[in-house]
């Protein structure tokens, strides 16, 4: 993925690489820890001895620097002055005020320029290949999420249900969670990033399942809600309503729509349903090697999406006191609309 940079590389004499993400993305290495400095000519991986041979065999167009402890800022600081560099493209978004003073001690007349928009941009439209592993990783969720609805029962407590579905979605080859699994129930659901506990279930409980897993580095994102019971007729008007409205959104996913199309047209149906105070988050985000990237669906995106961008479609309705719903497929952009990865039925299940 290095060639991605060309334009960038026109513009800078060098960028410099220092997130998890970006070493992935446009040097191979999966190691994490590490920076990377790419020049016009020359390409430079460094990393401490516990990845060297990792980041030889995964990173094979770099030239691997192996700096021991206290020298990592002067080698690359080395390298940075033997190749020239006056314009120096950086992750602003990603890397500390310490660690940037640190590395600026070894090019201190070079103009440093924050590109990291630009960097995570150049990842929006995946290849097949990241395709598959998007696919297959939401794939491990859905399975993982089947297997765990027979285990919801009253007197669970959300902790033990967001560690099964952890543990059943590293039985199905998760490398890890892409985030904290969310697994809330009762008055909680209207906390949309609500973090489990050991409440226990209760009869008549909404529970909200937002979850997902990293396969070969990719994430994967899903939420499903469901009723511990029978549902109220109250919680049936609101989860038909996140259903209908979520619908809508993925009616107007396809290229060329803006992010805030695919929001506004949502949002409506929410808003048509006398629920749109309770509707507070974007209709979704992009989803890669990151859990939330580039492009955003949110009533200010006018990113126009392509074939392979990848997003999530996750609208909700929350009510304090009372409860909430989120329902959350993951979808890749196509010409004339999507492929939706979730591969699961949204009908309102009454465990």
Not at 270 to 277: E, R
Not at 339 to 346: A, I, V, Y
Request: aromatic content about 8%.
């Amino acid at each position: 993925m290095v060639g991605k940079l060309k334009d960038l590389l026109g513009k800078m004499d060098g960028v410099f690489l220092t997130s998890p993400h970006s070493l992935r993305y446009f040097t191979g290495f999966s190691g994490g820890e590490g920076v990377a400095l790419i020049g016009k000519t020359e390409k430079f991986l460094f990393v401490d001895s516990r990845y060297t041979e990792a980041a030889k065999n995964e990173a094979k167009n770099f030239t691997v620097i192996e700096f021991g402890s206290g020298t990592r800022t002067k080698e690359i600081g080395r390298r940075m002055t033997d190749l020239n560099i006056k314009r120096l493209g950086y992750e602003e978004a990603e890397l500390t005020v310490a660690d940037y003073h640190g590395f600026q001690k070894g090019l201190p007349d070079a103009e440093w320029v924050g590109c990291s928009r630009e960097l995570t941009g150049l990842r929006m439209v995946k290849t097949e290949e990241e395709l598959q592993a998007l696919r297959t990783a939401e794939q491990i969720g859905v399975d993982a999420f089947l297997a765990v609805l027979p285990q919801i029962r009253v007197g669970m407590t959300e902790n033990e249900l967001a560690a099964e579905l952890e543990y059943q979605m590293r039985k199905r080859g998760s490398e890890g969670t892409s985030f904290e699994t969310i697994a809330i129930s009762g008055k909680k659901t209207s906390m949309p990033h609500g973090r489990p506990d050991d409440k226990k279930l209760e009869p008549g409980d909404f529970v909200t399942m937002d979850f997902g897993c990293r396969y070969r580095g990719y994430c994967s994102d899903m939420t499903r809600t469901v009723v511990l019971g029978k549902a109220s007729e109250e919680q049936k008007k609101i989860y038909e309503t996140v259903k209908h409205a979520q619908g809508a959104g993925l009616s107007a996913i396809r290229a060329g729509v803006m992010g805030k199309e695919a929001d506004g047209m949502a949002r409506a149906v929410i808003a048509d349903a006398g629920y749109g105070n309770y509707f507070g988050h974007s209709l979704g985000h992009g989803v890669g090697l990151q859990i939330h990237e580039l492009p955003n669906l949110s009533p200010m995106s006018e990113t126009v999406l392509q074939p392979g961008m990848v997003v999530t479609c996750e609208p909700g309705i929350y009510i304090p006191d009372l409860g909430g719903v989120r329902i959350e497929d993951m979808v890749c952009v196509t010409q004339n609309g999507y492929e939706n990865l979730t591969l699961l039925s949204k009908e309102l299940l009454e465990l």
